[in-house]
């Protein structure tokens, strides 16, 4: 998420009238932002780079004459990744319960699968700004909708950071890492502490004053903030799901292994979804992956690296296109019974 870029996307989604002299001042804009995107450019070539070559030597020495796909595999792993989604769009409508009278949980899916595609725009503001405007075609204020935008975000990057923390513990970053139970238990707490309303809540009001958003009103009490975040978690674990079933398509791995490819994807997906120079969190996530589970998944590691940047392109490309689906026939009834 960009400083500026969402509040100038979402006030010019509100129609905001520019301001006398607002053409000169976007230039200054537009060319002070320009070293920035020049060292955004430079960190996305330097990952992809670096995480090509890795993944070219390592599928050098994938044994691709006995390597054998198994595709039921692969179907139950869109389908564990689609219902994952799902989920997360339970949550997200249950966030946005504690704020206002959401809309239907259609509608919600609409709102949670179009922008999904937005993050392949540099930036990723392209997202957080559909995200809110199709929030306000809902009747949705624009302030709690850009507030709810970003706290459901937040809560999906620390949940995700809070499941990849036992890592730490796991035999081969161990060895690696020095007090690493130490670096577990930090990792926890700061998690568990950065997770509570009143915490989270002035961090995420501190972001939207940054992104010149109203305030976002206080969280909801923890009856009604714990929901969301158990459903978040719910669908982590399904994309550890997702995760195993795309590489049990390729190699045997055991099932005692899923939490191990659970924190993995998380720290992968958090880190990708934090990468702002990394449309999509590509080469990022990839990285991580290919680190993380190389004891796991052996030779055929940049494999599954692939398999799941192919099957998570799959499914956001699937699903928007049903939410788009979904948000024409609503608008289309709406439309009638006006």
Same mark, same amino acid.
């Given at each position: 998420?960009?400083? @500026?870029? %969402?509040?100038?996307?979402?006030?010019?989604?509100?129609?905001?009238?520019?301001?006398?002299?607002?053409?000169?001042?976007?230039?200054?804009?537009?060319?002070?932002?320009?070293?920035?995107?020049?060292? @955004?450019?430079?960190?996305?070539?330097?990952?992809?780079?670096?995480?090509?070559?890795?993944?070219?030597?390592?599928?050098?020495?994938?044994?691709?004459?006995?390597?054998?796909?198994?595709?039921?595999?692969?179907?139950?792993?869109?389908?564990?990744?689609?219902?994952?989604?799902?989920?997360?769009?339970?949550?997200?409508?249950?966030?946005?319960?504690? %704020?206002?009278?959401?809309?239907?949980?259609?509608?919600?899916?609409?709102?949670?699968?179009?922008?999904?595609?937005?993050?392949?725009?540099?930036? @990723?503001?392209?997202?957080?700004?559909?995200?809110?405007?199709?929030?306000?075609?809902?009747?949705?204020?624009?302030?709690?909708?850009?507030?709810?935008?970003?706290?459901?975000?937040?809560?999906?990057?620390?949940?995700? %950071?809070?499941?990849?923390?036992?890592?730490?513990?796991?035999?081969?970053?161990?060895?690696?890492?020095?007090?690493?139970?130490?670096?577990?238990?930090?990792?926890?707490?700061?998690?568990?502490?950065?997770?509570?309303?009143?915490?989270?809540?002035?961090?995420?009001?501190?972001?939207?004053? @940054?992104?010149?958003?109203?305030?976002?009103?206080?969280?909801?009490?923890?009856?009604?903030?714990?929901?969301?975040?158990?459903?978040?978690?719910?669908?982590?674990?399904?994309?550890?799901?997702?995760?195993?079933?795309?590489?049990?398509?390729?190699?045997?791995?055991?099932?005692?292994?899923?939490?191990?490819?659970?924190?993995?994807?998380?720290?992968?997906?958090?880190?990708?979804?934090?990468?702002?120079?990394?449309?999509?969190?590509?080469?990022?996530?990839?990285?991580?992956?290919?680190?993380?589970?190389?004891?796991?998944?052996?030779?055929?590691?940049?494999?599954?690296?692939?398999?799941?940047?192919?099957?998570?392109?799959?499914?956001?490309?699937?699903?928007?296109?049903?939410?788009?689906?979904? %948000?024409?026939?609503?608008?289309?009834?709406?439309?009638?019974?006006?």
């Amino acid at each position: 998420m960009q400083d @500026k870029g %969402f509040g100038h996307s979402t006030l010019a989604a509100e129609g905001t009238s520019p301001s006398p002299g607002s053409s000169g001042a976007a230039a200054s804009t537009r060319w002070a932002l320009r070293p920035g995107l020049v060292l @955004k450019l430079v960190l996305l070539a330097a990952v992809l780079v670096y995480v090509i070559r890795a993944m070219a030597r390592q599928l050098a020495h994938v044994p691709w004459a006995t390597l054998s796909v198994q595709p039921h595999f692969l179907v139950l792993a869109i389908a564990a990744n689609c219902l994952a989604s799902f989920l997360s769009a339970v949550g997200y409508r249950t966030l946005l319960s504690a %704020f206002c009278a959401p809309p239907s949980m259609a509608a919600v899916c609409a709102v949670a699968w179009i922008p999904n595609l937005g993050k392949y725009v540099p930036g @990723k503001v392209a997202s957080l700004a559909g995200a809110a405007w199709l929030l306000r075609h809902y009747r949705i204020p624009a302030a709690t909708a850009a507030g709810v935008v970003v706290v459901q975000q937040g809560l999906w990057i620390l949940t995700g %950071f809070l499941l990849a923390a036992p890592l730490c513990l796991w035999e081969p970053i161990r060895q690696r890492l020095p007090l690493a139970w130490a670096w577990c238990l930090a990792a926890m707490v700061t998690g568990v502490v950065l997770l509570h309303p009143r915490v989270f809540g002035a961090l995420g009001n501190v972001l939207l004053r @940054k992104l010149r958003r109203s305030a976002l009103v206080p969280l909801p009490r923890m009856r009604r903030y714990l929901p969301p975040v158990l459903l978040m978690i719910a669908a982590w674990m399904l994309l550890g799901v997702t995760t195993w079933l795309a590489a049990r398509s390729v190699v045997q791995v055991p099932v005692a292994r899923l939490p191990i490819l659970t924190a993995a994807i998380a720290l992968a997906s958090s880190l990708g979804l934090l990468a702002l120079f990394a449309p999509g969190g590509i080469g990022v996530r990839e990285g991580v992956l290919l680190m993380v589970l190389a004891p796991v998944t052996g030779a055929t590691t940049a494999v599954v690296a692939v398999l799941m940047r192919l099957l998570q392109t799959l499914e956001e490309v699937l699903l928007a296109g049903i939410g788009t689906v979904i %948000f024409w026939r609503l608008r289309d009834r709406d439309h009638d019974r006006d």
